[in-house]
């Protein structure tokens, strides 16, 4: 008899102790950057050479596009090869976008460059408004930033929020943190890719 009431029991309790543990639930893409949080604790531009497909820095270490690969990769999705093939077919349009004179696209830079991000974003998902208004930012959205000393940046958009805007989660200089900065420099994209 206790063996065929114990899995019932299993089956309730399990029930009534999921919907508390997923009551805030998160896109994958939100869950796989904050992953990265407290694991990545510095911010390293170095160039590198890297393998391909799958290349990536040390983990312990990075810059604000790589929280956006890495998080992509949890999904499926390298983008290392995805903007690298896309830069390859449409070359000038990235450079158009870019702001640095290369002769031709870099396996193992191209995908850790913001502009170019933002082009393959705007490209292969949805370039939405820009807006000052923290409710039209979602969770898994894609958001780009003009720093002090034309410094260019990106983020992930959380499923958290501070006083009704969403937190980012992003690398801008102390590893990956989950922070209140959305609306703390000039937004220059907001963008919608999802893995298909």
């Known amino acids: 008899m206790l063996v065929k009431i114990f899995p019932i029991l299993l089956l309730a309790i399990t029930q009534a102790v999921l919907p508390a543990v997923h009551a805030a639930p998160a896109t994958g893409l939100v869950d796989a950057a904050r992953s990265q949080v407290g694991v990545t604790l510095s911010y390293d531009p170095r160039y ?18 790589d929280v956006v690969v ?7 999705a390298d983008l290392q090869v995805l903007v690298h093939q896309d830069m390859r077919q449409a070359w000038a ?3 158009k976008q870019g702001r640095w004179q290369m002769k031709a696209p870099d396996r193992n ?9 933002a082009t393959f974003f705007g490209r292969h998902g949805s370039s939405l408004p820009v807006s000052k208004d923290g409710r039209n930012y979602k969770p898994g959205d894609i958001v780009t930033w003009m720093l002090p000393g034309n410094l260019t ?12 805007v969403p937190l980012i989660i992003h690398n801008i200089g102390a590893g990956t ?3 209140n900065i959305l609306f703390a420099y000039p937004v220059t994209g907001h963008y919608r890719w999802k893995v298909r």
């Open 48 to 65: 590198e050479r890297l393998a391909y497909p799958g290349g990536d820095v040390p983990i312990e270490r990075g810059v604000c596009t």
């Open 70 to 76: 890495r998080a992509y990769r949890k999904l499926g």
């Open 93 to 95: 349009v990235y450079q």
């Open 109 to 117: 830079i191209d995908h850790r460059r913001v502009p170019n991000l």
């Open 153 to 164: 940046h990106i983020g992930i958009v959380s499923d958290r929020q501070a006083g009704g």
């Open 177 to 179: 943190k989950e922070e």
